[in-house]
């Protein structure tokens, strides 16, 4: 019987480290120290840089918090849902197919189960701006904790004309 149950908690452990995303996995920048554990990983902040998979000349980066002790070193500590973002045009703004309003463009598991951290994108038609936002969700309550950042669609260096998110939105 306690097989069975190392069992079913290695086979949760490896389905929890399966990320639900749409674009790459991010690329860590730093990790800090919050909280220390003295016979296990310390609570952290992390902070982690993605490329938008659909808006090219796009860069997000995003700060977590990521649990230690115990079921954080195992993988099953809930994560908290406090997330900062901000986004930044990092070259010449280029749109590679339509998207929709509030489309993801990254997602990860936050828990076990039961929550998930999504950052969507948006356009707001009449300024010509990207707008990013990231929040955790879960299945029973949801979160209202959020955060926001917007990218105006400019030229970069010698480019001519710029191209119209409203242009791409389906």
């Not at 901000?86 to 598991?109: A, L």
Request: glycine share 8%.
């Amino acid at each position: 019987m306690r097989s069975f149950f190392a069992l079913v908690i290695a086979a949760l452990v490896a389905f929890s480290a399966i990320p639900a995303h749409a674009a790459d996995e991010p690329d860590s920048i730093f990790k800090k120290s919050t909280v220390f554990k003295w016979l296990t990983p310390n609570d952290k902040l992390a902070t982690y840089g993605l490329d938008d998979p659909q808006v090219e000349g796009v860069a997000c980066h995003f700060t977590v918090p990521e649990r230690g002790g115990f079921k954080g070193w195992i993988g099953v500590a809930e994560e908290v849902s406090d997330i900062s973002l901000s986004c930044r045009q990092i070259g010449p703004i280029k749109f590679k197919q339509k998207f929709e309003q509030g489309e993801d463009v990254f997602r990860q598991r936050r828990s076990l189960f039961f929550k998930k951290m999504q950052i969507v994108r948006g356009c707001d038609v009449k300024r010509n701006v990207l707008v990013y936002m990231v929040y955790s969700d879960r299945i029973i309550e949801g979160s209202p904790k959020n955060s926001t950042s917007s990218v105006p669609v400019m030229p970069w260096g010698g480019q001519g004309e710029v191209q119209k998110c409203a242009d791409f939105v389906s």
